[in-house]
């Protein structure tokens, strides 16, 4: 079909034995045939190409050739048809219907899906100038995603897709036709963009941190943490929302669950809950919906907003005395629910009376003495200022109050008000009067301040003490005609239990008398013999008493109870004196003398006495061997 124009083709020849010299030949073609490709030599029979030919257009022509045979008259005609079958030369390049082919595939599609299948169009006509193999060269290194089919143009996935790898693969496809002559070979290529399509095959990650820092003190509203989970898928596969799934049941924090900002809807309280665990899922618009969750540890930051509380507003305690310095008192304690310096604690005692004798630990709140105490001198130490602040800043305090009682130690004996008792009791109290009442104080407290009485001499059973009270009781009756004068010691021991102490103190018990005897004579009846001859005033008998009763109670005075003028008797000495001559020599006469005591209630005794005179002796005799008489009981003393 390359066959140029004006070129001879072939030439008609007359068969040979139909040849003859100078015959007259005309050659034409038919005009219902093809005349405007080929032409022919009317005179000659040359056929040559009066026009390109085109394969693709007409590969085959036959023509009507007429010969006429000028030399017959009438001119002879023959036809011959002639048949021309064109060549086809490579002349046409393979092309494509388009110049630049996008094609969208999901990236989830198996190893060998078929993606899209080529159809280059090629207008040669024979076999291998039209025949169309298929090649496909990337635009850029790396794997080969794709694979063409070089006869069949069709394209398939060559390994597995991932649009978030790989967004797009653009590569050429080449069309080449298979011309035998491989210099005449043509080819046409084409641009082709592969756009992977997004499937929701991924869940959101979050990259936000999963741990967050806030104050306590921020107001509502505050921004506490940006919540950030990214999904590589596209479009509403990669659009992410936001949830609060648990730890949150306070609604103490409010998520923006487009733009993930976490603010507070509340004000916060560390001292109440300083870790949040909130469980944040991440959910993509896909279909279906993929999902991630976080657990977001949101810690709150203490700001010193607590003041320290001690555990106690009152300490009692109680500490020994006498004790060196350095003897712990009692260990105060406050807490802060603060945290970090906000809740280290400082003590100390703040001035107030006695608070000298006593220092606190600044960090540990342990309060010691510094001195010895001495219970005596001071029992009770209430110390209102105990102070405790923590190290924040600015810095919180508060106090509480000491009440310190100092426990006693038996460093002191029983004291009595004096080192001797001297007392005087009357010799007729009844049993168990008490004649002294001792005290002995003790400073001490408790059982070493309690005093219990003792004796520790004999008393010959005329006295006890009672243990408790100190007071000294007659245990019989007294009589100070048998003793008059006790002198013993009592004991005041403290009741400490372990070693204890005592203060002995001397009494000496006076037995005062009372007139509780009466006169005695020394003789009853008295016999004096009194000679007749006896001059007047001559004492003629002696009468002798005795009161052992002391004083006035023991002074006797003598009386005669029936008045005589023959006799007197001396009231101080008892002398009878004659204060008459006797009448005769056989004189004789009784007298009752009494004897009494001076005492307020005298006591009277009576004697006989019987004066004779030699020559007669009177015998005294009782008028009766036997008296009888009664008493009521109960009758009063000197009763007759």
Sequence with gaps: ENFKPAQVLDSLKWPDNHLAINRKLHFSIAKDYDDVHFDIDSL???LFLSKELDYETASHFLLQVIIKDCNNYPPQNNTVFLSIDVEDTNDHSPYFQDDFVVIGIEENVPVGTLVYTFNAKDGDGSFLNSKIQYSLEMSSMGENLFLIHPWYGTLTTASPLDRESTHSVIFTVSAADQAINLTD?????????????????NTPNFTSSSLSYVMENVEVGFLVHHIIAKDPDEGRNGEVMYHILSGNENKAFVLDKITGLLTTAQLLDREIQERYSLTVVALDDGSPALSATQVLT??????NDETPIFMKQLYET???????????????????????????????????????????????????????????????????????RDLGSPSRSSTAQLYLTVLDENDHSPLFAKTQYQISVTEDLEEGSAILDLYASDEDDGLNGEVMYSLIDDT??????????????????????????????????????????????SVVVHIDDVNDNDPVFLQNPIRAFVPAETPVNETVAIVRAEDVDLGSNGAIVFNLMIAETIFQIDMKTGDIILRKPLASKDFSTQLLVTASDQGISPRTATAVVVIFTEEQEEEISFSHSLYEASVLENSAAGGH
Excluded: H
Aim: charged share 25%; proline share 2%.
């Design 44 to 46: 000659t029979g040359d």
């Design 185 to 201: 070979r043509r080819l046409d290529s084409l641009a082709v963009k592969i756009v992977i399509l997004d499937i929701n095959d």
């Design 298 to 303: 949101i810690i709150v930051l203490d700001v």
């Design 318 to 388: 109680t500490v020994r005395e006498n004790q060196d310095p350095g003897e712990f008192v009692v260990k105060v304690e406050a807490i802060d629910r603060d945290a970090g310096l906000n809740s280290l604690l400082w003590y100390k005692i703040l001035p107030g009376i006695g608070y000298e004798k006593f220092k606190m630990d600044s960090d540990s709140g342990e309060l010691v003495t510094s001195a010895s105490l001495d219970r005596e001198t001071q029992e009770v130490f209430s110390i209102k200022g105990n102070s405790c």
């Design 460 to 505: 010959f059973g005329a006295f006890a003490i009672n243990s408790v009270t100190g007071s000294i009781v007659t245990t019989k009756a007294l009589d100070r005609e048998t003793k008059s004068q006790y002198t013993f010691r009592v004991v005041a021991s403290d009741c400490s239990i372990y070693l204890p102490r005592s203060t002995t103190v």
